[in-house]
């Protein structure tokens, strides 16, 4: 029984509840960051070109190895795409945005 009147049985209700309402929180933050892409271009192709080549067949179910060690291939395939070069000039942008939008 989820109710039963004590704080308990509120707990799972309400914990679910606040950690998506704060997930919203933190779009809601970047709602309106726009990301340059401009010193990465490259890199974005490479991953786009995994994504299509390796990415899709796993998500269709038509590999050849298992789909675990399918997934460890494709996420050394973007990190040599340049995936952390990508992902770290994400978080140089957002980080002075988010600097700028909580003072």
């Given at each position: 029984m989820l109710w039963n009147g004590s704080y308990c049985s509120w707990r799972f209700i309400l914990t679910p509840l606040r950690t998506a309402q704060l997930q919203i929180n933190e779009v809601i933050l970047v709602q309106d960051f726009i990301f340059d892409d401009s010193k990465i271009k490259n890199e974005l192709a490479a991953i786009s070109n995994v994504t299509e080549q390796y990415l899709k067949p796993l998500v269709y179910g038509i590999v050849k190895k298992s789909p675990e060690e399918e997934a460890v291939s494709i996420r050394e395939r973007l990190k040599k795409?340049?995936?952390?070069i990508v992902i770290a000039e994400m978080q140089s942008q957002i980080d002075?945005?988010?600097a700028a939008k909580t003072k």
């Amino acid at each position: 029984m989820l109710w039963n009147g004590s704080y308990c049985s509120w707990r799972f209700i309400l914990t679910p509840l606040r950690t998506a309402q704060l997930q919203i929180n933190e779009v809601i933050l970047v709602q309106d960051f726009i990301f340059d892409d401009s010193k990465i271009k490259n890199e974005l192709a490479a991953i786009s070109n995994v994504t299509e080549q390796y990415l899709k067949p796993l998500v269709y179910g038509i590999v050849k190895k298992s789909p675990e060690e399918e997934a460890v291939s494709i996420r050394e395939r973007l990190k040599k795409a340049g995936s952390e070069i990508v992902i770290a000039e994400m978080q140089s942008q957002i980080d002075p945005f988010l600097a700028a939008k909580t003072k």
